[in-house]
């Protein structure tokens, strides 16, 4: 068997995968992007083998499959699970993503086979397990041949795939983790789906050690350390900055620092010299129960880029963003300041930060 990883050039930071039994010339295609359907044929034509499956851990959302053109070129055989029956369903939340014309089209590719937990699926001599591993869809698959374990968007290298996209679940995301995926053992190869800093593979027993969404917690205190991670774009420079939606929890571009980072004292000291600040917490609205800065204007930062026209004309009015601890606010300040703002601030800790400070929340 040979593990064959192709690396997608097209800013979605995708991995995807061939899986060859050269003796019997055929092989699997795990997570085809459309953009490396020429790839797969280099490749597949180098190991002299054919195509005969294709499998889909998960409707994507960020890159349409090239499981469709595959199909045409080999005739090869499409797996996806059962839940996907229901795909269309999560075009209803879609459109605050930009991402309804990916999951449509992937929604269009027929699906061949729909397989369930602890299914096998042979490729020749090849036998891939399939687990189910709802979290980042709630019908997500990861792949298990001997000791390689390939996890689509569900754990990637040093964190893991986001769950606020439509279909998923952290509570879910938690259990697969936890009750599925680390029970198998410390020597198992991880192949991500994604990967935004050339990582190959990584075996799992480092990932324990050096993963933090990996690291022992309770339930409730995974959903409240994932829940402040999820970037929703991201700027894919090689495309003239066109915006990219990112799959893991982390950045696929570095921030050039065009805006600035203040803390909770310096916010309060703006806010008593300037009574025409623009504070903007970038929270979900069920957040602000939990207390907010007097004075925000609430847009959730993954409905940032189409209401842009409620911030002010005057682009070099002071904007401070908010969230919880920093995080979602320190993308929106990127996002704002290669937009055109040039007087972008983040708030260091965020409302959380601002209340430990001895400021007031209103609300709380």
């Given at each position: 068997?040979?593990?064959?990883?192709?690396?997608?050039?097209?800013?979605?930071?995708?991995?995807?995968?061939?899986?060859?039994?050269?003796?019997?010339?055929?092989?699997?295609?795990?997570d085809p992007n459309i953009?490396?359907?020429?790839?797969?044929?280099?490749?597949?034509?180098?190991?002299?083998?054919?195509?005969?499956?294709?499998?889909?851990?998960?409707?994507?959302?960020?890159?349409?499959?090239?499981?469709?053109?595959?199909?045409?070129?080999?005739?090869?055989?499409?797996?996806?699970?059962?839940?996907?029956?229901?795909?269309?369903?999560?075009?209803?939340?879609?459109?605050?993503?930009?991402?309804?014309?990916?999951?449509?089209?992937?929604?269009?590719?027929?699906?061949?086979?729909?397989?369930?937990?602890?299914?096998?699926?042979?490729?020749?001599?090849?036998?891939?397990?399939?687990?189910?591993?709802?979290?980042?869809?709630?019908?997500?698959?990861?792949?298990?041949?001997?000791?390689?374990?390939?996890?689509?968007?569900?754990?990637?290298?040093?964190?893991?795939?986001?769950?606020?996209?439509?279909?998923?679940?952290?509570?879910?995301?938690?259990?697969?983790?936890?009750?599925?995926?680390?029970?198998?053992?410390?020597?198992?190869?991880?192949?991500?789906?994604?990967?935004?800093?050339?990582?190959?593979?990584?075996?799992?027993?480092?990932?324990?050690?050096?993963?933090?969404?990996?690291?022992?917690?309770?339930?409730?205190?995974?959903?409240?350390?994932?829940?402040?991670?999820?970037?929703?774009?991201?700027?894919?420079?090689?495309?003239?900055?066109?915006?990219?939606?990112?799959?893991?929890?982390?950045?696929?571009?570095?921030?050039?620092?065009?805006?600035?980072?203040?803390?909770?004292?310096?916010?309060?000291?703006?806010?008593?010299?300037?009574?025409?600040?623009?504070?903007?917490?970038?929270?979900?609205?069920?957040?602000?129960?939990?207390?907010?800065?007097?004075?925000?204007?609430?847009?959730?930062?993954?409905?940032?880029?189409?209401?842009l026209s409620e911030l002010?004309?005057?682009?070099?009015?002071?904007?401070?963003?908010?969230?919880?601890?920093?995080?979602?606010?320190?993308?929106?300040?990127?996002?704002?300041?290669?937009?055109?703002?040039?007087?972008?601030?983040?708030?260091?800790?965020?409302?959380?930060?601002?209340?430990?400070?001895?400021?007031?929340?209103?609300?709380?």
């Amino acid at each position: 068997m040979t593990i064959t990883q192709i690396r997608s050039t097209d800013g979605t930071g995708t991995l995807s995968y061939l899986i060859s039994d050269e003796e019997n010339k055929v092989a699997a295609a795990i997570d085809p992007n459309i953009e490396d359907v020429k790839n797969f044929k280099v490749c597949a034509a180098e190991n002299r083998v054919k195509i005969t499956h294709i499998i889909d851990t998960h409707t994507h959302a960020d890159h349409v499959s090239g499981s469709g053109e595959l199909k045409e070129i080999y005739g090869s055989e499409i797996y996806m699970h059962t839940e996907t029956k229901n795909k269309m369903k999560v075009l209803e939340n879609a459109a605050k993503f930009g991402i309804e014309d990916i999951l449509k089209a992937n929604a269009a590719i027929k699906v061949d086979h729909f397989v369930n937990d602890g299914d096998i699926i042979e490729v020749g001599s090849i036998k891939i397990k399939v687990i189910h591993s709802p979290g980042h869809t709630d019908n997500h698959i990861t792949l298990l041949i001997e000791n390689n374990l390939f996890t689509g968007d569900l754990l990637l290298i040093g964190q893991a795939g986001r769950s606020d996209l439509p279909g998923g679940n952290t509570e879910d995301q938690y259990d697969t983790l936890f009750n599925k995926i680390i029970p198998l053992g410390g020597n198992i190869k991880i192949y991500p789906g994604h990967d935004y800093e050339d990582n190959e593979f990584a075996y799992l027993k480092d990932e324990l050690k050096n993963n933090p969404f990996l690291l022992p917690r309770s339930k409730k205190e995974y959903v409240e350390f994932v829940k402040d991670f999820f970037p929703p774009f991201a700027e894919n420079t090689s495309e003239g900055g066109k915006m990219t939606l990112q799959c893991g929890v982390k950045r696929v571009t570095k921030s050039d620092e065009g805006f600035k980072s203040i803390n909770v004292d310096e916010l309060a000291e703006m806010i008593n010299e300037n009574k025409e600040l623009f504070l903007l917490d970038v929270r979900e609205p069920f957040e602000l129960i939990m207390g907010k800065v007097n004075g925000i204007k609430n847009i959730p930062i993954g409905e940032l880029p189409r209401r842009l026209s409620e911030l002010p004309d005057d682009k070099s009015k002071e904007i401070v963003c908010i969230c919880a601890t920093g995080s979602r606010s320190y993308e929106a300040s990127d996002y704002l300041y290669k937009k055109g703002y040039k007087n972008v601030i983040n708030l260091e800790g965020g409302t959380y930060a601002w209340f430990n400070g001895g400021y007031e929340l209103a609300g709380h």
